[in-house]
T-cell receptor
């Protein structure tokens, strides 16, 4: 089992819809969770970070964390064509903060 | 401007010819790390450094070396590159602990 797994995608949504991206992780001591966006050929850039259970909202983005279920998600409301990218889920552990593990990514396409 | 600078951006070399990819940051970050990204395999951690003179292996360290003599620099060394090291490489930095990562622009390496 991979340490971080994301829904396989690709995911396609119409413009204005909600895109839902999901991630599960296997290590219960994981402390920090991040969503990065990566455009083709570019470097990953941070979208959201979340550290405690519940929801965290930033503009059109909402991250949701459920540590009991070892699940973290990213919702993108009012999706725009510019949101078309690969989204990477990542976890870091407080006890071994040097290890930062990424999922394989979910590619999102927002169709005008 | 806060930056993580990788050089070169593109590199084509031949099997066995030693090469170094440089990474430099101006954010005074303690933590630096190298990743490689391959289609279908996601981002995989090669080496990381929690501070000057402190380095440790990631998930795929074979065939790579690193050093951290100064806080701002973390070069990746391939002593004898092989074709299976053809990949897109990213340097990333962060504060110690659970902070998100800041990525360089990437180095696309081709070994023939």
């Amino acid at each position: 089992q991979k340490e971080v797994e994301q829904n396989s995608g690709p995911l396609s949504v119409p413009e204005g819809a909600i895109a839902s991206l999901n991630c599960t992780y296997s290590d219960r001591v994981s402390q920090s969770f991040f969503w990065y966006r990566q455009y083709s050929g570019k470097s990953p850039e941070l979208i959201m970070s979340i550290y405690s259970n519940g929801d965290k909202e930033d503009g059109r983005f909402t991250a949701q964390l459920n540590k009991a279920s070892q699940y973290v998600s990213l919702l993108i409301r009012d999706s725009q064509p510019s949101d078309s990218a690969t989204y990477l889920c990542a976890v870091r552990r407080e006890t071994n903060a040097g290890k930062s593990t990424f999922g394989d990514g979910t590619t999102l396409t927002v169709k005008p | 401007e806060a930056q993580v600078t990788q050089n070169p951006r593109y590199l084509i070399t031949v099997t066995g010819k030693k090469l170094t990819v440089t990474c430099s940051q101006n954010m005074n970050h303690e933590y630096m790390s190298w990743y490689r990204q391959d289609p279908g395999l996601g981002l995989r951690q090669i080496y990381y450094s929690m501070n000057v003179e402190v380095t440790d292996k990631g998930d795929v360290p074979e065939g790579y070396k690193v050093s951290r003599k100064e806080k701002r620099n973390f070069p990746l060394i391939l002593e004898s590159p092989s074709p299976n090291q053809t990949s897109l490489y990213f340097c990333a930095t962060g504060t110690a602990g659970n902070s998100p990562l800041h990525f360089g622009n990437g180095t696309r390496l081709t070994v023939t």
